[in-house]
Structure formats: structure tokens, C-alpha cells
């Protein structure tokens, strides 16, 4: 019997800290029955933010195809998806977002976020073997905008290198749109056999709930609420939680220990936002069960916590496990062994309710379904004034470049083009011997060990051009990312994401989060990679601005023989370039447009009928091992993908008699979809052109392989000269020196 | 060869470390429990890369107090190879075995790219099966690598002949960009005046196969393999 004293309704103050609103507060007094008590009204908030609850994308997310032979476990389901790649073998993957927290405390915010994405996937049984990190800082010539930056990529590489996962790709981007609210979303891939896939499930009256890893403090609380309202400079440090990759390690390999040695352990989860709250009511929620949990047996930082606080705090590096009745000490010797700390908090019961216990007295009874089912919100999708604002692109308005070189020099030294080595030379990208194509190339390249293949991973999300079309945008995210990965000469089998957006209940980003979800979604259809996870991530705003719109996916992709793979970089003197490709490159939403003329306009396209053409082509040719060298052409457009190619390659580009059938800046700067930058030996020519034919893609010769300059039409530069300009970009801007040049 | 690579909580090359001495290497290799108490089967022993205890205290401080280093230590007095990488090298230094210590890169940052050694002693197990002044092009993942050791330290290490690597360009040339971490004397492995424990900080273990980008790593193995064969 739970005894509930009857409560005045909460002040407007206390439903903003639970981030409820009031017709959510009745709304769950009506559910109840009576008014919530204040450890419940924090349990529901919780569970009922859009961090937890999805309340605002939940309608939406539907939208995304989440079936294929290939999918073992979608969205949703568990901590994260697995996808089938063959042998046995599974990916689990996911990505997550921990943008507010790094918007107050860079090192830890991000350290944080790649701390809770791993535990998402050991959750699953998988060993972590990758980690890929999409991030956008705003302008880097600002010092708070330099701070966070810095402190993001340096609190990415302190825990990640700690605990021995590789980060082996993700992005970068820089716009003022992101400025007071970077974006740091994680996403871990993790390897596993298929029938070691572990649940989150907590089932079966009796079994117990071990609470095991770091103690419970006081920090992070509201930590969930806290990403789910605007404006996070008004809150505090406080709810920033702090890293301990080290006692992560140790969590890893203890649970990967239990459940390679024993049958003991029936679920796993970890304790994320809202920490105890979530984990539990999650696991009985997935499991159709109940729980009790003993709130005095849970290990305290702190003196004095009382029970709102040990529920929702966010302290780190802690796991639930649920463990077969009676052999809960089986589980905690192998946690003993690794010097962590374990304790019996409570167990699964029938009841449907989440029962928490504070030395034998009640403290909350609700029931599981009432917070697993938050309530949804759908809005009405009106276009926003501002599209026709932005576009179309008067290029009559435009000159075209008087100096192409010392154009082509600055876009190559912008911070959103240069070489991103000043980042991933901090992260440990070679640990566990399995990185064939490291950070750098298109898509990053692990063989698996004990078998034939590799799989090939890639991020890609362009807030730009999803601001200016937003659908295009969330197609392209989708379509750029398979790119990346066929370009290695993977199959993109599925993928993961993150949408990051401003907040909901404004028209216009509410718009813009379910016309890239439809964009997604068509792209995700045309090339038939299903969702299997994801994250979403609202009220991404500061000073009453909205972020651009920014979905980033996560690509998986899977190459059966290692030995047929492409990088990026020309591999011979005298080979020939072309671009494969209908894409007719625009200046519309493109770098050059940004850099040279200060314009964010025009309207992007995609034509997804060419995008799958071009993919399959791609790979094709790789198989049969006709190419050199395989490059997405994309940001910067084909005079920096050529340079790109040029730059892994330490090989000139002679292209001086480039077509400019229009344009010049369009030929050399315009960016477009579905374009890629090859290279192949002249006795490839014929097979090549055969094949292009067949898949009805046009094929567009650009020059040849060779030298020791740039010469693409009317540019003209030494190699090494380009290289450094690329090479010193980011590096510069991130310390805090104006861009060469 | 039997070869036991040691696991320190928090270690985490030793994975890789162990798929290379037996899958590429060819070795009888396995694990070591830090807590362990003896080593006496094995003729080799590998402390390998990862952040032992969180590189808490200091780098390798407190995994250099584990039991088993009662073990190494007994190991490497009875003139058995051992080889300390990266961290490895770290709690060597922490246990009094080789001289030294390690500070913060000069770049304050953590490092990991490719980097040329030039072997500067073949009179080590490690290196025995090396050319003297060969090349070779191996990765360093560190943010503690910046090597340190007093006047008097230096010297010994130069007139013993107990410095294995240097940091050189790829040519073989000693010069400032190619030193990654500002090590004194661009020293990047060395030995003990015993010259069985030798410790160094890039990662042979990751450039052992082809497929990983390089397989100069393989003439540390090559090495240990035909040492103890002789």
C-alpha cells in the first residue's frame, strides 16, 4: 500500500524546472488519479521530456523506413540497432547528441556524450570498435567560439582515447548559425555475434537490479530537462555532468566479462539521462514488467540526497543489470575482479509499476506505461516566409572571380574545407588494429577481423543547405553519407541519425524538422537504407535564434573482400580524371557563394533517381578494380575535390583545358548531389565508359594525374603551395590566426 | 616463444598487442593478470599501450606498484626481453627499470600519426634482427611521450649505446619537425644497461600488417623471434 499525500498544484516555477507544462501536469493527475507527489513530478518530467519522451518527434520519426532483411533490431527497440553484415556478425550503432551540456562545459559536455553513447552499445552485448563524432562550432575567430571548440574535440579525444575505441571519422562545420549552441553528436558502432545480442529488458518477477559502476551524486540533475528548453546559457554548471573514462573502461570490459562467462545476466542498461529513472522504467517498460527499487542501497556521493535527487541524477559511468534471480553474485565477483563497486537495489515484479522504495517508506507508484508514453504533440507544417527570402539565386548579381587561384586558395584554406588533421591527430583513430582508411578519406574503412570483409562508416549532415531546403537538406544527408561509403566501395546497408533543430513549437523549425524527415525518408527509400536508431534534439537555440536545421546520419556500409576497396587519394601519374554524374554543380548553397560573396541563398537540389545511378556505379567499378581512386565531390565543388584527391595522393592535377561550359565559378566552385571525382589508368578508359553507359550515368572527363601543380582551367599552383593553404586552415582558425592569404 | 602480454585495468593495446604476437608473429602468446604473481613460463613479456589506472597520479604510477610487476622484475633480472610500449614504456620508467621520465608533449595535445625511428642500437633484443640506422615508419598514440632523464642520465644512456630509437625524417635525418613530442635528444625507445628491457613509445603492434597502413613493426618480432632462437 503506497500512502500519497494529497499535493496543491505546483507553482508555474517548479513546472518549469520539471520542464512540464500545466495541461501536462493535469493531464498526468488525471492519468493517476490524484496529484503526483514532488518525486513523481520529477520522474514524469523526465520521462516526459522530449530528450526521453520524443513527445515533439515521436509523430515524425514514423515516417522513417525502418525495415530490411538486413535489420535485426530498429529503432527504438533497444539502446541502439544492429544490422546483420553476414558471418554471424552484427553492427550495433547509434548516434547521440549531447549539444547543451557542451554549450556550458566543452571538455566535459563532449566527453560525457561519447561516454554515454558507448555504454549504448555495450548495453548490447557489442564490443565498441568505432566512434565517429559530427560537430558545428560557430565562428572560430570568436574567442568563446575558439573555447568550445577546442574544449569539444579535446574532451572527445580524452574519453575516447582512454577507452581504447578508435574515432575514426565524423565532421566538422563552422557557421555563425551555431554560434552559443555547438553541436557534438557521438555515434559508437559496436561488433558482435548475433546470438550474443543482449536486451534491455528487465523480465521475470524476482530477478534483481544491480546498480553498478561510478556512486550517485547530485550531479546532472535535470539534466534531460535542461536539453529539452531553450536557452541553456541560463542554466547553471551544475547539471554538466563529469567523466570518468577510466571507470568506463572498467565497465566495459566487466560486462562484456559477465556475459562471455556466465548466463547470469538477463538485461543491461545504462543510466543515461535522468539515470535511475529512465534506466529502470525503460528496462520494466521493454520488458512488460515492473520494478521495485530500494533507494537505500544505492551508493552515494553525497551525504543528505533524498530521494528526487538519487532518482534523477545524472552521475556517469553507471549501469543497471538485471540478474537472474538467486545469482546476482555470480555478476558482482567479475565486477569485483575489476574493482567496481555493486550493489542490489531492488528487482523486477508484476505489477506494471515503477515502486520506489527510501528506507521501506513509498516514495513514488506510477505506472511504467504512463511514463513510457509521453504525450505527443503534432503541429501544423506551414512553409516558412523566410524560404522565399533566401531563394532563388540571382547570379546576374554575382561577378564571377577576378583571380580564380586566390579564390580557389581561400576556399581551400576556410575552415569548413581545410584539412581536418588539427582535429583527428587528437583522437586515437589506429587502436584496435582495425582502421584501413583512417580519418581523412571518405569514409573510414575496418576490416573485421577473422573474415573477408570491412565495414565502411561516414557522418554527413549540411545545416546549410537544409535551411535553405529542407527536404533537400535531409535527403542529401542521407544521399552524401551512402556516397561517402561507396566510395570505398562499400554497400550502404543502413544508418543511424541525429536531428538536431531548433524548437518545435516554433513554426518554422517545426517545419523544417518534418520536411527533412520527408527528405530523409525519400532518400533513405531510394537507396535502401533503413533507420535503425536515433536521437532527436530540439530547442538547439540561443539569444531567440534558431539553429540552422541540422540532421546528421550516421552510414553504415559493409565491403565483402577488404582487398576491393578505393581511397580517395590519385594513386598514378598519367591516370585519368573524369566526375561521374548528372549533378550540375550550382552556386547555390555553396561554400564559395558563403566565403567569396557572404551569401547564404539559392535552392539546392537532388534528384535521387541519379544519386542511386551513380552510387551503384561507383561501386561497380571498384569491385572490378578498374579505378585509382574514388572522392565525393562536395563542399568546395570539383577544384577542391580534385585537390583533395591531389593532396592524399602527393600528385598534381593537369587539367587545364577543363570544359567551363558556363560559369566559371559554377565549373569550378558549384557544388551539386551525386557527383563523384575518379581517377583510372588510360587502359581502363573504354571499360569505364562502358560501364557508365550501362548505368546511364554521364561521365565527364576532366584531365590527368600527374605533376607537381594544380591546373584546373584558369587556376594554376604548386601542389605544395595548395596543400599548405589546405593543411594550415582549420589549424590556424582554431588557434586563433587569421586564415592565410 | 612464449610471450605473456600483461593487463593493467584501464590497458587497451593489449588486445591488438596479443593478436599481433600470435597471429602475425607467430608466437605462444597470452595474458597476464596485473594482480598475477608470476611469470615463470613465458620468455617474453609485453607491457602494452592503454591508460593503466586512468593514467591517474601520474602515467604508469600506480600499475609500475601491481604485483605482477614482482614478476617482470624477476623476469627481466634473470636477462629475459622485456618490452614496454608506449605506456608500457610509461610504467617501466614508474618502476625504476629503465631511467627516466615522461612529460606532457610539448604540444600539450595528444598525438596519434605516423612517425620514422632510426634504429640506433641493434644490441637489443627488441632490435637484433633490425639494420643499424634503418627506418622505420611506425604510428604514436600519446599525450605523455615527451621523454626526460638528467645530465648525468643522458650520458649514460649515450656512452652504453642504450638508445634504441630515435625520431628522425623519413629520410633518416635527425631534424626538429620530426621529433613528435619534443623528447630529449629525439630519444623514443631505450634500454637497460642490462639491455634485455627496452621500452619505447610508438606502436609496433599497429604496423605489423599490410592492410594497416605499414609492416615495419614486424622487425621488432622478427627480432625478438631470432634473439631468442640464438
Redesign the interface.
Known sequence: MTLTPTHEPPSDEILREVALTRDEYHFAADLLDRPPNPVELGIIGGMWSEHCGYKHSRPLLGRLPSEGPQVLIGPGEENAGAVDIGHGLAIVMKVESHNHPSAVEPFQGAATGVGGILRDIFTMGARPIALLDSLRFGPLDDRRGRYLANGIV?GI??YG????VPTVGGEVQVSASYRGNPLVNAMCVGLIEHEQLTSAAASGAGNELILVGADTGRDGIHGATFASVDDPEASHRGVVQVG????E??LLEACLEVLQTTDAILGLQDLGATGLTSSSVESAGRGGTGVVLNLEHVARRASGMTPYEVMLSESQERMLVVAARGRAHEVQRVFDK??LHSDVIGEVTETGLLDVRDNGQSAATLPITMLTDAPTYTYPVERPAYLDEVGPLDLDALPEPDDPTSAFLQLLASPNIASRRPI?????????????I?PGGDAALL?I?GTPMAVALSTDGNGRTTYLDPFVGGAAAIAESARNVSCTGARALAFTNCLNFGSPEQSAAYYQLSRAIDGMSAAAKALETPVISGNVSLYNESGGEAIWPTPVVGMLGVLDE?DRRCGAGFTADGDEIAVLGAGRPRLDGSEYLSIAHGRVAGRPEINLVDEVAVQRLVRELIVARLLSSAHDCSDGGLAVALAESAFAGGLGVQAPDLPIPGRLDETLFGESQSRIVVSYPPLAVAAVAAAAATHSVPITPVGKVGGDRIRIGPIDVPLAHAEQAWSQGLELALAGHAPPG | MKAAVVVFPGSNCDADTLHVLGTVAGMDARYAWHADTTLDDVDLVVLPGGFSHGDYLRTGAMAARAPIMTAVRDHAARGRPVLGICNGFQILLEAGLLPGAMLLNDSTQFRCEWTHLRVESTQTPCTSAAGNGQVLRLPIAHAEGNYVVDPDGLAQLHDQDRVVFRYVSPDGERSAGANPNGAVDDIAGICNAGRNVVGMMPHPERASEAELGGEDGRAIWESLLAAAGA
Open positions: 579535446g579525444g580524452w582515447n582512454c577507452m581504447g570518468n573514462p577510466f571507470m573502461k572498467l575489476w574493482g583527428y591527430r587528437q583522437y586515437d583513430h589506429m587502436v584496435g588494429a582495425n582502421t584501413v583512417a576490416r577481423k577488404l
